[in-house]
């Protein structure tokens, strides 16, 4: 556990998909298509609400509702599959509002901030390049971290990056999964809707505040108590 | 008004997206590409909490965001980019769990139902054809009525069409749109998330019940009071 410090400078700890980037949607989809590929038949709604949790955990979850296991190989068949389809559309992927100026606006305050992704190198980096930030942004995807979320190994990796104390930061996500890796992580979690789910499903896993997206977050980076000291 | 009959046999009058059929992310992605298409940038969850409702509302609510009217002509590109979309995306819309199978028994248990749409003759004819539901079922689509939800005019007409009056009826949605209008025609919402809303959203509706999707609407039927008079 860490030992928040009296500082007027908190970091800011960014999950991806939902969060900066408007592609919950097609992430939902592409694991639609994926599962259909071996034979899973799983509405859409019940994806949606797995999105942003490690894949690991996902298809145990899978694998209890079927009531049998997967079988060997079908994890890492599925993972490709799923990755194969959100390429195919990311054409259709655009940053959230407000995402680029809120990350430019931090960056010009002088606040730490750092991307903490449970999703894979190969996805994540094409929305990356959609944010316009800089070369050596820190980020943490999936591959770096031995347990994606719920687990808090993504954002104390992305902490630890930034040389500031977990206590220290807050943890921005749209998924229940980003709430509970926050508080697992002692960080303070900070909500969006953006990403689909509803503000009380958000709010029920104990967040510090939820707004609407980058854009509302950014109107009110001083309910964070975050202070331009220039 | 409609005043409820001491009835055994109550009415089920369906929505058919993210109620019967699991289509509501394809309606939602159609929808951000027809946007775009007229140069509008509208968030992904933004457009789906609007699925469900009177398209001329949608786009009088998109107004009223983007501070300008849309211009002549706007709203039938939209209607007819959204329309493309969805049929173009139709190989992947799939028959929610337990549609079928609840459909089948309401018609055995010789319980009336019908199915009432915000959604264009076009778009829903396809979707109706994967329910596999007797030729003669009563279905009512957005071209047979003056107003789409929440307006009730939708239900309305279906309960009209079943001759049981709408006191009398179960109103089965995903939407707060369906909640709201089962509200104005006087019936009983039941809420389903196939949807993706979440739970407490649709609750605060008024919603009698809500459940998981149609085969969980189906394991439960008791809770409605139909019974098997047969």
């Not at 908190?10 to 919950?24: C, H, I, K, Q, W």
């Not at 259909?36 to 949790?53: C, D, K, N, T, Y």
């Not at 930030?133 to 591959?143: A, F, G, H, W």
Request: charged fraction near 25%.
């Amino acid at each position: 556990m860490s030992t928040p410090s009296p500082s007027a400078r908190p970091a800011l700890l960014f999950d991806l998909d939902g969060t900066l980037v408007d592609s919950v949607y097609q992430h939902v989809l592409s694991w639609r298509e994926a599962l259909e590929s071996e034979g899973i038949e799983l509405a859409v709604w019940r994806i949606h609400r797995r999105i942003g949790m490690s894949g690991g955990l996902f298809l145990k979850a899978l694998e209890r509702e079927l009531g049998h296991d997967l079988g060997s190989g079908a994890a890492e068949r599925l993972g490709a599959a799923h990755a194969k389809g959100v390429l195919a559309r990311m054409n259709q992927i655009r940053p959230l509002p407000g995402a680029k100026e809120l990350l430019a606006t931090l960056t010009s305050m002088g606040v730490k901030w750092a991307i903490a992704t449970s999703g894979a190198e190969k996805t994540a980096r094409p929305t990356l390049s959609m944010l316009s930030i800089p070369p050596d942004t820190p980020v943490i995807t999936r591959d770096q971290v031995a347990y994606a979320k719920p687990n808090p190994d993504l954002f104390l990796a992305a902490s630890e990056r930034l040389g500031v104390l977990p206590g220290d930061c807050f943890v921005v996500g749209d998924s229940i999964w980003d709430m509970l890796a926050a508080r697992r992580a002692g960080a303070m979690g900070i909500g969006l809707l953006s990403g689909g789910y509803g503000k009380e499903e958000l709010q029920e896993t104990g967040p510090y505040r939820v707004y609407d997206d980058p854009a509302d977050l950014l109107a009110h980076l001083d309910e964070l108590g975050i202070r331009d000291a220039r």
